[in-house]
């Protein structure tokens, strides 16, 4: 089974953000970056797919030169190849031109599965696997909690809202939209980050692959969100604090 | 051109967010003086057209196919086009449901259109429509406009809109059934009816205190101390579902979209950033309090009282105030 998983490259979680000049993103040049959190699940999904069913993990990311570091941490925890599109504007790019630029990437080479993550922390589109799928004319489901796999056939059990959930089926070639937490991600060990160093990258450029960054949707402008509430904030020390906010629950909001 | 709602439904009875939708669809159609038309997709559908059309309207329209039963991508997608291609919509809005995360993508994508996801607002300005989304979790806002030609997708947060405050019509609006031809081998995935694991073994709704904890407690060696405040204030203990999903609290206690929904007098939250999916399970408490040490986390948006520090240092300080007034 050959699994494409794509990562995308975001900024940090705890990161200090500031909006840019022109208001339409983010100064991105003081952070740093780490592999898209949901995204771990979807490549240890894979790692453990092939583990069990053989084949190779492509460790797939569209993204400025620094998403190289994203590749080669995949390839370090076990995945076996690398496909870069290498571009600035996929930072700001939005679902659909992503998508069309993975779609053209992978849809060169024969695939059966292709994972992505649920979600990006960034643009949060929840959208690109799907146009993805779409666009290689794919069957896919989403909000993927469990897989097993039998030759070609998938039966995959997704998630629904407020507890439920609906056994899918489907046949390769297929794309599945993994849930974050629904495995352990393993760490990179010393030997896999060795071993990363031969394996390979192919490196792709948006002319390439016949793609342009022409946006289907803009940011106009990019703001702290407004207070929806009125929220007291409580300050001093924890012991003051702490007086306060009891005070605040017996008397203020009697609730205690 | 009209503006066109999208309403789902599951087994003939209304997903709530519907309402949410087509009261936002009112607005916008009522702004951009477009007709407003609400669609709903499934099989036997009277009952639900019926009840649909005595919203304010223009009409309601029905896919109504025996092969849309049960959601599959492809039959859903399919009746869609079949749907915008006899309404010619200027702007199609679904609610932000799993299932338009799984559709609405690939309808868009179909197309050739944008699909603005999860909007939390939607207004016009100048003849032009504006989505505000929010962006890295919440932290962030965003204006965002559509740079292609019509038909627009776009799908509206829960909670963006009351669904209460949809209009309802001073007479029905007609019904259309719309000739929709689907071929049963088009359909590439099998769906099962839907299941539930296992009960609630306990029942959060019912808690009039809730401690709630979220990745800022760190390890499970710190979930006694959250444990501890709850007793203390004699409520139960929830976290967000990271919590869960590592096995540091069992699964019957997670809040959130795909968990619980609570709203009781007092919701603590400890070191919970506030995303949607966990927003949309508790912000009908009456008292919110977060406590959390990165003062732009969205949580505080919703919060009563708010403390931007260290729960390590605020915790045992309430547990401290707690015992020296008992
Ligand atoms: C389809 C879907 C369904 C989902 N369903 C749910 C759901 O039902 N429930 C749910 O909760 N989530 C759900 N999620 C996940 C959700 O999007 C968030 O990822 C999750 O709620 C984040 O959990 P958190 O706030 O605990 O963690 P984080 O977002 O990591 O936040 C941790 C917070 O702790 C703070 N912190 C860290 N250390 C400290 C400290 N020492 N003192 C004080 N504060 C500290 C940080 O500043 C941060 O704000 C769902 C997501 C998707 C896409
Ligand atoms: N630039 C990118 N490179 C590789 N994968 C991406 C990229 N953008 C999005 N994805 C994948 O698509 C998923 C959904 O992203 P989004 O639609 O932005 O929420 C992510 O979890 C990734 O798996």
Redesign the interface.
């Known amino acids: 089974m050959r699994i494409f998983v794509c990562l995308k490259q975001v ?1 940090a979680r ?1 990161s200090l ?1 500031r ?1 840019r000049r022109d208001e339409r993103w ?1 100064r991105d040049d003081a952070l740093s970056h780490e592999t898209n959190e949901p995204d771990t699940f979807a490549l240890e999904e894979a790692l453990r797919l092939k583990q069990r069913h053989g084949g190779e993990v492509v460790a797939v990311t569209a993204g400025p030169e620094r998403a190289a570091s994203t590749i080669r941490e995949a390839l370090a925890k076990g995945a076996d190849r690398g496909v870069h599109i290498v571009d600035d504007g996929f930072v700001e790019a ?3 031109r992503t ?1 069309q630029a993975l779609a053209a990437a992978i849809g060169r080479e024969p695939h059966d599965l292709i994972l992505t993550g649920l979600q990006s ?7 690109t696997g ?2 993805v ?3 290689l004319n794919l ?5 993927i909690m469990e897989i097993s796999a039998n030759g070609g056939r998938l039966r995959c059990k ?14 390769t070639p297929a794309l599945l939209t993994i849930q ?3 495995n352990k991600v393993r760490y990179a060990t010393l030997m896999g980050i060795k071993r990363a160093r031969r394996k390979p990258v192919r490196r792709y450029s948006l002319e390439e692959l016949g793609v342009e960054l ?16 009125q ?5 001093g020390s ?2 003051e ?3 306060q ?2 005070a ?2 017996r008397f203020e ?1 009697r ?2 | 051109m009209s503006v066109l709602v999208v309403t789902e439904a599951h087994d003939g009875a209304w997903h709530p967010m519907s309402f949410e939708a087509l009261a936002a669809g009112q607005r916008v159609a009522r702004a951009a003086r477009r007709p407003l038309v609400a669609g709903v997709v499934g099989s036997d559908l009277d009952p639900l057209a019926e009840e649909l059309a005595t919203y304010e309207m223009a009409e309601v329209v029905c896919a109504d196919h025996s092969a849309l039963g049960r959601y599959t991508p492809d039959a859903y997608s399919e009746a869609l086009r079949q749907m915008i291609d006899q309404i010619n919509p200027s702007l199609v809005l679904f609610p932000h449901t799993y299932q338009t995360r799984d559709l609405a993508p690939k309808l868009a994508t179909s197309l050739g259109r944008p699909f603005i996801s999860d909007a939390v607002a939607i207004r016009c300005e100048e003849g032009e429509t504006v989505f505000v989304r929010q962006l890295f979790q919440g932290k962030l806002h965003a204006d965002i406009v559509a740079a292609e030609e019509a038909p627009h997708f776009a799908s509206l947060q829960s909670g963006a809109q009351r669904g209460d405050s949809a209009q309802r019509g001073s007479s029905a609006a007609p019904v259309r059934r719309l000739q929709i031809a689907i071929d049963a081998a088009s359909i590439r995935t099998r769906a099962d009816a839907p299941y539930q694991e296992a009960a609630d073994a306990v029942d959060l709704g019912a808690a009039g205190i809730i401690v709630s904890v979220g990745r800022g407690i760190q390890s499970p060696d710190n979930i006694p101390l959250a444990e501890q405040l709850a007793r203390a204030l004699g409520g139960e203990l929830a976290a967000s579902r990271p919590i869960c999903d590592s096995g540091w609290l069992p699964l019957d206690r997670q809040i959130g979209s795909s968990g619980q929904t609570v709203a009781p007098d007092l919701y603590l939250a400890l070191g919970i950033s506030g995303a949607i999916q966990h927003v949309v399970g508790m912000k009908g408490s009456k008292t919110i309090v977060a406590v959390n040490q990165d003062e732009g986390a969205p949580i505080f948006e919703l919060a009563d009282y708010g403390v931007a520090a260290d729960l390590f240092d605020i915790v045992p300080a309430l547990l401290k105030a707690l015992k020296n007034v008992d």
Do not use: C, H, N
């Open positions: 900024a705890d953000l909006v983010i939005d679902a659909y998508g922390d960034d643009a949060g589109f929840g959208q799907v146009v799928a779409e666009l069957p896919y489901a989403t909000i997704r998630e629904l809202e407020a507890g439920w959930f609906q056994t899918v089926t489907l046949t974050s937490g629904i022409r946006p289907q949707q803009r940011v106009r402008r990019l703001y702290p969100p407004q207070q929806a509430k929220t007291e904030m409580l300050r924890p012991a604090v702490a007086e906010l009891l605040k629950l909001a609730v205690l």
